[in-house]
T-cell receptor
Framework: DAGVIQSPRHEVTEMGQEVTLRCKPI?????LFWYRQTMMRGLELLIYFNNNVPIDDSGMPEDRFSAKMPNASFSTLKIQPSEPRDSAVYFC??????????FGQGTRLTVV | KNQVEQSPQSLIILEGKNCTLQ??????????LRWYKQDTGRGPVSLTIMTFSENTKSNGRYTATLDADTKQSSLHITASQLSDSASYICVVLTYGGSQGNLIFGKGTKLSVKP
C-alpha cells in the first residue's frame, strides 16, 4: 500500500481564493482525520470521519473551512475564502482503529 | 485543561551520543501515550504506544518510559545517528478511545550533528 496520499504537496494562493486539499486514505481504514500544523500551535485536529461520517468537527476554525468524505477512498478539505493566517501544513491521517494513525506527507499551504 | 508539555523544545547532540526527551501531561482520563517521529517535510510516524500498565517499551534504539503516577514519559535515544534528526511528538489519548481526543505536544526538535 502506498500509504495516505495527499495532494497537492505544496499550494500557494492569493488571499480570498478557494483552496481544496485532497486525501486518499489507506484502503480498509475506517477513520480519517484532518490536522493542521503550525510552529506556534503544533498539530491540531480539525475534523475526523468514521465510516465516511463526520464525527467531530469542533476543531474546524471557522465557517470558511469545510470537509467532505464522499466515499471511503477520498476526502477533501476546502477553505473558502482563504486568508494568510491559514498558512500551515495540513495533514491527513487514516486509522484502522483506535491505536494507530498513519499520516500522509502533508500539504504546505501558503496564502499570500 | 488537557495539556501535553514537551521539553526541551530543541536539542543538538553529536552523533553517537545518547539523549532523553521529556513529556509531561495533564490529560485525564488517560488511555495511552504515543511517541511520533516527524522528519522534516513529512508526516509523523508512530514509534511506540504505551498503555497505563506499561512502564518501559523499546523499539530498536528508542526506549520509552511511562510513569502514570507522575504523568511523565520519556523517550531515550541510544547511540544517536544522523537519521534521528527530526521532531519527536508526544501524544496522549484520553479515555473513551475516540481518536478525536488525541492531545498533541508541540514536539522536541532534535538535531544530530556529525
Amino acid at each position: 500500500d502506498a500509504g495516505v496520499i495527499q495532494s497537492p504537496r505544496h499550494e500557494v494562493t492569493e488571499m480570498g481564493q478557494e483552496v481544496t486539499l485532497r486525501c486518499k486514505p489507506i484502503s480498509g481504514h475506517n477513520s480519517l482525520f484532518w490536522y493542521r500544523q503550525t510552529m506556534m500551535r503544533g498539530l491540531e485536529l480539525l475534523i475526523y470521519f468514521n465510516n465516511n461520517v463526520p464525527i467531530d468537527d469542533s476543531g474546524m476554525p471557522e465557517d470558511r473551512f469545510s470537509a467532505k468524505m464522499p466515499n471511503a477512498s477520498f476526502s477533501t478539505l476546502k477553505i473558502q475564502p482563504s486568508e494568510p493566517r491559514d498558512s500551515a501544513v495540513y495533514f491527513c491521517a487514516s486509522s484502522p482503529g483506535q491505536h494507530y494513525a498513519f499520516f500522509g506527507q502533508g500539504t504546505r499551504l501558503t496564502v499570500v | 485543561k488537557n495539556q501535553v508539555e514537551q521539553s526541551p523544545q530543541s536539542l543538538i547532540i553529536l552523533e553517537g551520543k545518547n539523549c532523553t526527551l521529556q513529556c509531561n501531561y495533564t490529560v485525564s482520563p488517560f488511555s495511552n501515550l504515543r511517541w511520533y517521529k516527524q522528519d522534516t517535510g513529512r508526516g509523523p510516524v508512530s514509534l511506540t504506544i504505551m498503555t497505563f500498565s506499561e512502564n518501559t517499551k523499546s523499539n530498536g534504539r528508542y526506549t520509552a518510559t511511562l510513569d502514570a503516577d507522575t504523568k511523565q514519559s520519556s523517550l531515550h535515544i541510544t547511540a544517536s545517528q544522523l537519521s534521528d534528526s527530526a521532531s519527536y511528538i508526544c501524544v496522549v489519548l484520553t479515555y473513551g478511545g475516540s481518536q478525536g481526543n488525541l492531545i498533541f505536544g508541540k514536539g522536541t526538535k532534535l538535531s544530530v550533528k556529525p
